[in-house]
């Protein structure tokens, strides 16, 4: 029986049932490449199709043979159905007008990856539907032109990219190729502006984990029109504003139903709205909007809300719904009985930079303690939220100034004593750890 010798691996020439499920997938390098490109014609017509279907790459070495090997074989890249580029690609100054081509440069100084030769090749790869990039990043004005526009225009079903450097490479791709679906892995927005690829891209994006800063979350609005709510699986954010919670809200409502991971940071609202309450502005922010849009997000596991510490008085007044009992806050607001069955664990973070150790007595005497409305959580999270899916209910105390460590074992007691209910049970767990800033 013939055998092959593919890199280290030998394969025996198999039936051809076996040999589509054995040989389906290559992640070529420097070996199996020139090895191949030596195999017989009879083995290469009949394996070679299953083999190259699917190619990743994952060096800059792999990436010049693999274009090397194509651009020699025009029978396998007809083959060819996803290509996926797996390591950190950075830019070098375009060369210039007539001085050659661009190339995109790797952060450690190796051989770089040709972007000429991968448009050469793009042609022949006509039953091409996916082409991934994990992660290229390209300085901003240093990259003037990531692909040549020499070749024949190009239509690709689904490009996929990592993270939202790549964007800058994005903008240069329109010349030669025509794409119907962009994937982003994960997108993070730090500021107000949309970047232009998303807004000039006539499809819906994918955007399997999508994060928005606080200084970012007023793209909320334009980002429901922009991305495939379908394909939305995890969502952080942070918000500061009225205007943005209800944005925030209407996002939830119409893009959360394939959500499984939520994490909200309301800290800033939080302090603007004890903020309004101190000027006698007597607008209040309603949690129940939150928790009314909750129960829409039918796949959620996770649910982490982040919020500071504020006197009792102060978030029961500010957060508390019209007509409703004073002491309702936005705990009872966000943890009702209608909260998704398929919650697993439950996650309340207690930004405890605001926290005086002034207030330490009032934990000895009995009197109610300056660390939210605990009692609201307690009773909110033990009177039917419950579920046999829940596993844990997390309290993180978070300090940013790691000088006071010291506080932290005084204020972990603190949450098991103000969380009877939920003390009494299993299911809670409470954690800490200090952040920078």
């Known amino acids: ?254 893009a959360g139903h394939t959500v499984t991971s939520l994490d909200i940071d309301l800290s800033h609202l939080v302090h603007a709205a004890t903020a309004r309450w101190d000027a006698e502005d007597l607008s209040l922010v309603r949690g129940a909007d939150l928790g009314e849009v909750l129960p829409t997000c039918r796949a959620l596991e996770s649910l982490r809300i982040v919020v500071p510490i504020k006197p009792p008085s102060e978030i029961c007044t500010s957060f508390a719904q019209e007509d409703c009992d004073p002491r309702s806050s936005l705990f009872s607001g966000i943890f009702t009985p209608q909260l998704p069955r398929t919650l697993r664990e439950v996650t309340v973070c207690l930004a405890c930079d605001g926290f005086s150790t002034s207030r330490k007595p009032f934990f000895t005497d009995g009197t109610k303690p300056e660390l939210w409305d605990l009692a609201t959580l307690d009773t909110a999270l033990a009177r039917g939220t419950l579920t046999e899916e829940l596993q844990v209910v997390k309290v993180e105390v978070q300090l940013s100034d790691t000088g006071r460590l010291a506080d932290i074992p005084f204020l972990r007691e603190a949450v098991v004593q103000t969380l009877p209910e939920l003390s009494a049970g299993a299911l809670l767990r409470v954690v800490s750890h200090t952040r920078s800033g």
């Open 1 to 254: 029986m013939a055998r092959i010798q593919y890199g280290r691996t030998t394969i025996d020439r198999l039936p051809v049932e076996l040999r589509t499920m054995v040989l389906k997938f290559l992640v070529p390098d420097k070996r199996s490449l020139a090895r191949c490109s030596l195999l017989s014609k009879d083995w290469r017509e009949i394996c070679l199709p299953f083999l190259f279907a699917f190619v990743k790459a994952k060096s800059s070495r792999k990436f010049k043979h693999l274009f090397t090997f194509l651009s020699g074989n025009p029978v396998i890249c007809k083959h060819v159905k996803s290509i996926s580029f797996q390591r950190k690609i950075e830019s070098m100054p375009y060369l210039g007008q007539g001085r050659g081509p661009n190339l995109l440069q790797f952060n450690d100084g190796s051989p770089s990856f040709n972007c000429a030769s991968l448009a050469a090749v793009l042609p022949c790869l006509t039953a091409l539907q996916k082409l991934a990039f994990e992660d290229i990043d390209p300085r901003q004005g240093r990259l003037r032109r990531a692909v040549g526009n020499t070749v024949v225009p190009f239509k690709l079903k689904h490009l996929e990219l990592q993270c939202n450097t790549t964007l800058a490479f994005l903008r240069m791709l329109p010349d030669i190729i025509t794409v119907d679906t962009v994937q982003f892995e994960r997108m993070s927005l730090e500021d107000g502006a949309l970047p232009p690829a998303l807004h000039a891209h006539p499809h819906p994006v994918i955007i399997p984990n999508l994060v928005i800063a606080r200084d970012a979350a007023g793209l909320l609005d334009p980002l429901r029109h922009i991305i495939d709510r379908r394909r939305l699986r995890s969502l952080t954010v942070a918000i500061d504003s009225d205007d943005h919670y209800a944005s925030l809200c209407s996002f939830i409502r119409e």
